[in-house]
């Protein structure tokens, strides 16, 4: 059974975390109470342990950062007055290094603060007892060193933490626009198919003709042509009601131009059959010239009307739906 890589370090940093407590004890001959030391070395494990292998994701719960402040400013305080200042530098002061372990992992899993205030108040508690001469025989410089430590291995996991949320988040992105684009090549799929089915007749027609086109044939012909260009470009500018309005301005012999560029490509299907409901009503009162109609992608707009006439400078219609 393998062991993920979480539990291997865990397991190797509460090995690294339990050290202290065997020069505890060993120093516990120094005490005139020993129950104090065996009381501040449960408070150490009661933080140490869930600190190191406890939660779920690199950053844990405040109560347990308070937590640990609070073991980190009572210890010093618990036991100091009880070891004599001529044992600087012997095992009597082995909180130093478990407490720097502790703010350590604090700092690690999110809360440097927290691990920088109860750095703080060790020293201050260590000068009191020891003065000057503690700050080289007490472990001072190394747990500032594990503090500033885990500040910069918190900061790698938050950098890691973040570009893991972004590749997510692209990825979920990407299957949408997978997913989106499937969706329309079916739909373009189905109404291609239906559009060819609804011209197959008079295809027919042409082919038993045998290349003869009397005018009725001609002009159907070219109403079959646009129609099938309409949706092939149109794409989204397709509807019920958009084919019959375009197949009615043509009628009235209005050269009608469908271009979707992907201005509804994002768009809601509610929200599209209600742009193209004005779009409609807006072809529906041109009665010659030419219209083009317009899906922009990188518009303020999503559709636009624009409707002019041979030796007209300004157009008669030039309509922006959003």
């Given at each position: 059974?393998?062991?993920?890589?979480?539990?291997?370090?865990?397991?190797?940093?509460?090995?690294?975390?339990?050290?202290?407590?065997?020069?505890a004890?060993?120093?516990?001959?120094?005490?005139?109470?020993?129950?104090i030391?065996w009381?501040?070395?449960?408070?150490?494990?009661?933080?140490?342990?869930?600190?190191?292998?406890?939660?779920?994701?690199?950053?844990?719960?405040?109560?347990?950062?308070?937590?640990?402040?609070?073991?980190?400013?009572?210890?010093?305080?618990?036991?100091?007055?009880?070891?004599?200042?001529?044992?600087?530098?012997s095992?009597?002061?082995?909180?130093?290094?478990a407490?720097?372990?502790?703010l350590?992992?604090t700092?690690?899993r999110?809360?440097?603060?927290?691990?920088?205030?109860?750095?703080?108040?060790?020293?201050?508690?260590?000068?009191?007892?020891?003065?000057?001469?503690?700050?080289?025989?007490?472990?001072?410089?190394?747990?500032?060193?594990?503090?500033?430590?885990?500040?910069?291995?918190?900061?790698?996991?938050?950098?890691?933490?973040?570009?893991?949320?972004?590749?997510?988040?692209?990825?979920?992105?990407?299957?949408?626009?997978?997913?989106?684009?499937?969706?329309?090549n079916?739909?373009?799929?189905?109404?291609?198919?239906?559009?060819?089915?609804?011209?197959?007749?008079?295809?027919?027609?042409?082919?038993?003709?045998?290349?003869?086109?009397d005018?009725?044939?001609?002009?159907?012909?070219?109403?079959?042509?646009?129609?099938?260009?309409?949706?092939?470009?149109?794409d989204?500018?397709?509807?019920?009601?958009?084919?019959?309005?375009?197949?009615?301005?043509?009628?009235?012999?209005?050269?009608?131009?469908?271009?979707?560029?992907?201005?509804?490509?994002?768009?809601?299907?509610?929200?599209?059959?209600r742009?193209?409901?004005?779009?409609?009503?807006?072809?529906?009162?041109?009665?010659?010239?030419?219209?083009?109609?317009?899906?922009?992608?990188?518009?303020?707009?999503?559709?636009?009307?624009?409707?002019?006439?041979?030796?007209?400078?300004?157009?008669?219609?030039?309509?922006?739906?959003?």
């Amino acid at each position: 059974m393998k062991l993920s890589a979480r539990y291997l370090a865990s397991g190797a940093t509460l090995m690294f975390a339990i050290y202290p407590i065997f020069l505890a004890v060993s120093s516990f001959e120094h005490l005139a109470r020993p129950e104090i030391g065996w009381f501040a070395c449960l408070l150490y494990l009661a933080a140490v342990f869930p600190t190191v292998a406890g939660y779920r994701g690199w950053r844990m719960p405040t109560f347990q950062a308070v937590l640990n402040f609070a073991v980190a400013a009572f210890i010093p305080f618990l036991l100091l007055p009880h070891i004599p200042p001529t044992e600087v530098g012997s095992y009597d002061t082995w909180f130093v290094g478990a407490l720097a372990t502790l703010l350590g992992a604090t700092a690690v899993r999110g809360f440097t603060v927290y691990a920088v205030a109860g750095l703080v108040l060790i020293i201050g508690h260590v000068l009191a007892w020891g003065g000057t001469n503690a700050i080289a025989n007490t472990g001072l410089f190394g747990a500032v060193i594990f503090v500033v430590s885990g500040w910069l291995m918190s900061l790698g996991f938050q950098t890691v933490s973040r570009e893991a949320l972004e590749h997510r988040d692209q990825a979920a992105k990407n299957a949408a626009s997978v997913a989106a684009q499937v969706a329309a090549n079916i739909e373009f799929e189905k109404r291609m198919t239906s559009t060819l089915r609804t011209a197959l007749p008079l295809l027919v027609e042409i082919r038993d003709r045998e290349g003869f086109f009397d005018d009725d044939l001609k002009n159907r012909a070219l109403q079959l042509e646009a129609s099938l260009r309409d949706e092939i470009r149109g794409d989204r500018l397709i509807s019920e009601q958009m084919r019959t309005a375009v197949a009615s301005a043509r009628m009235r012999g209005v050269e009608v131009t469908l271009l979707d560029e992907g201005g509804l490509a994002e768009v809601s299907e509610a929200e599209r059959l209600r742009i193209l409901g004005a779009v409609s009503n807006a072809i529906s009162g041109i009665n010659s010239g030419r219209i083009t109609v317009r899906a922009p992608s990188d518009a303020e707009f999503r559709v636009s009307v624009l409707a002019t006439r041979a030796g007209e400078p300004k157009p008669d219609l030039w309509l922006k739906i959003s």
